[in-house]
């Protein structure tokens, strides 16, 4: 039988927009896909939520793949060592306590994880805007990456979610959002943003867990936004912490009722 251009077509029509419409309202809309992002879907997934994550950009991943200086080798230290382990990535002992992985390898095992366990990655889109009733964060506002690169004056869609967390890495963007358009407090000593610290990768490490928390009512933070929200300095390239934020993240909500 010859192919069918319109057959083609209508397949990638039909089956992207029933995916999107089962997506209007889910449990967790998780905003980036990166480390932090892609592991708290993975566990929420797991544990039976519905979950989106949005993703800017075409590739998800966010800093993992260059691992430090494009250098594609990731560093992780003992603690996270048991998750790649589960998720079956490869790792080898550098010197005690220090493991290094392949970058390549390690995104791509945990976002097919995730995604098998039913997380469902929509890039290319961009969260611009969140949906606020009674001082709690119920949605996000969503439009295509192409659409904010390119400044048309489109207007965006929205979804329904039971919580958000913000993965979106140093630069916190649904936090910033919140804090600029919205009157809410966030949970942090001046109920605003804190900012990024310079680097300090044991400090780092070991701070990113603690503020891995809900930061205002619906709203948690994952991963490198959650220590630029509570003034935490970044770690550099070693993603133990990551990976464990999104962990804790995804535990906190699945346990928060
Ligand atoms: O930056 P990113 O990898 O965040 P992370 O999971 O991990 C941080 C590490 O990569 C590294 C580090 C520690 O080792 O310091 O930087 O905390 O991934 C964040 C993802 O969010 C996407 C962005 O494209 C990236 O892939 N993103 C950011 N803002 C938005 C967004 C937005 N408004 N809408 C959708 N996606």
Known sequence: MPLNEVTITRAIIDRFFRKLMDHLEVDVAVVGGGPAGLVASYFLAKAGKKVAIFERKLSIGGGMWGGGMMFNEIVVQKEAKPILDMFG???SEYKKGYYTADAIESVSTICSQAVRAGAVVFNCIT?????IREGRIVGLVITWSPVEMTGLHVDPLSIRAGNVIDATGHDTEVLRVIERKADVRLNTETGKLLGERSLWAEKAEKVTIDNTREIC??????GMSANAAFGGPRMGPIFGGMLLSGKRAAELIINSK
Not at 217 to 222: H, L
């Open 89 to 91: 990535i490869r790792t």
């Open 217 to 222: 009512p619906g709203v948690y933070v994952a």
């Open 127 to 131: 969260v611009e805007d969140v949906v």
